[in-house]
């Protein structure tokens, strides 16, 4: 089993920032992919990035490239979420999501295999 916990959420006007974590502990791998995933009021949960803990590489959601940075820190188990450039169409509760099964940073929401419990993110306007 692997556990996974968010912090860093909260409330941020337009153009501000916020830097989201995911504490990893129990059985993680560095074989493992980690990704965000954002879920928006009546909208499907989606991926915004994910990160190779091994290698490091990346995926990013379109929307959000230029703007969020994914990292992971592998001493600490820990991947960050950097979010600049903060729009309205942000707002969502923000996921950390672990998959023992990715061979690649980009790959579907359904090979992951565990979550957080999620963080919420308000950009006002």
């Known amino acids: 089993q692997v556990q996974l916990v968010e912090s860093g959420g909260g409330l941020v006007q337009t153009g501000g920032s916020l830097r989201l974590s995911c504490a990893a502990s129990?059985?993680?791998?560095?074989?493992?992919?980690m990704g965000w995933f954002r879920q928006a009021p009546g909208k499907e949960r989606d991926i915004v990035a994910a990160i190779k803990w091994s290698g490091g590489s990346t995926y990013y959601r379109d929307s959000v490239k230029g703007r969020f940075t994914i990292s992971r820190d592998n001493a600490k188990n820990t991947v960050y979420l950097q979010m600049n450039s903060l729009k309205p169409e942000d707002t969502a509760v923000y996921y950390c999501?672990?998959?023992?099964?990715?061979?690649?940073?980009?790959?579907?929401?359904?090979?992951?295999?565990?979550w957080g419990q999620g963080t919420q993110v308000t950009v006002s306007s």
């Open positions: 129990g059985r993680t791998s560095s074989t493992y992919t």
């Open positions: 999501a672990a998959s023992s099964r990715c061979s690649g940073a980009g790959c579907p929401q359904t090979l992951y295999d565990y």
